[in-house]
């Protein structure tokens, strides 16, 4: 026999009351909307101080129920989303044109070392990905930017859940080896070959409005010399800084 979807009642009468509060022309009175939904007035008062205590409806004194900021700021959302996108894009597609290197964006979110993105070129290529860097943060220097970032017991934290695995010989695999590279070492992370051999890469840390994150360049390990200072790395982190966060 099938079966519908299990709903939560609550949850809907909830949003049949937003929606009604939505299509109106003006403020709307607990009564009429009680007659417009079919609920009951007492159910609908309780429905609507949950609402207006999370901001999706606002009450007027004497006027009724209009919609509150949190619906405005769903709305306003994907466009956000979409600007801060095209920003993070413009950024980092500067620092490949101005390096001649790939460039990458990484967060850290739920614990997790995330690849945002990359732009490239075929004159540039990226590194082969082969490895995830939920598993292999401890290799690159976008994982090993983000982890410095941490305050001491994240660091900690994060390694006692994650295995360093073995990726090239040059990987650093001791926990306390690395943590002591982490607290020891400058603003810029580095990367010799311990990802994939043949690539190094840099990277420096940058705070996003979604969290933590961290931009880098890849190249090839004897062009190393041309962006070990990260001098524009810096450069990039500090427009996605300010550019980003509008």
């Known amino acids: 026999m099938a ?15 937003l929606d ?27 429905l609507l101080r949950t609402l207006v205590h999370e901001g999706y409806l ?31 894009h413009e950024v980092l597609h500067g620092l490949h044109v101005e390096t001649a290197a790939a460039a990458y964006l990484s967060v850290l979110a739920d614990g997790e070392v995330h690849l945002l993105e990359v732009v490239d070129s075929s004159a540039a290529p990226r590194v082969p990905l082969w490895a995830d860097l939920e598993a292999a943060a401890h290799a690159t220097a976008l994982g090993k930017a983000l982890l410095g970032a941490l305050p001491e017991p994240g660091r900690r934290e994060y390694l006692a859940n994650h295995a360093l695995a073995d990726l090239t010989p040059r990987t650093l695999t001791d926990p306390r080896v690395l943590l002591h590279q982490l ?25 996003l409005p979604t969290g933590p994150a961290a931009v880098a360049v890849s190249v090839p390990s004897q ?17 996605l800084a300010l550019d980003v966060a509008v």
């Not at 009604?20 to 309780?46: C, D, I």
């Not at 400058?186 to 043949?198: F, K, Q, T």
């Not at 062009?223 to 427009?239: E, F, H, P, S």
């Open 183 to 207: 607290a020891t070492s400058a603003e810029l992370a580095v990367d010799r070959e311990e990802y994939i051999l043949g690539s190094s890469c840099v990277a420096v840390a940058v705070q």
């Open 58 to 88: 606002e009450r007027l004194d004497g006027v009724g129920y209009v919609l509150g900021t949190r619906v405005s700021a769903l709305a306003d959302a994907p466009s956000r989303t979409a600007a801060r996108s095209r920003r993070q």
């Open 20 to 46: 009604e509060v939505g299509a109106a022309a003006g403020p709307v009175s607990a009564k009429v909307l009680a007659r417009r939904t079919g609920l009951a007035l007492p159910t609908v008062y309780h």
């Open 223 to 239: 062009r190393l010399d041309r962006v070990a200072d990260g001098a524009a790395v810096r450069r990039a982190a500090r427009r």
């Open 3 to 17: 079966h519908g979807p299990t709903l939560i009642a609550s949850v809907s009468r909830a949003l049949h009351l």
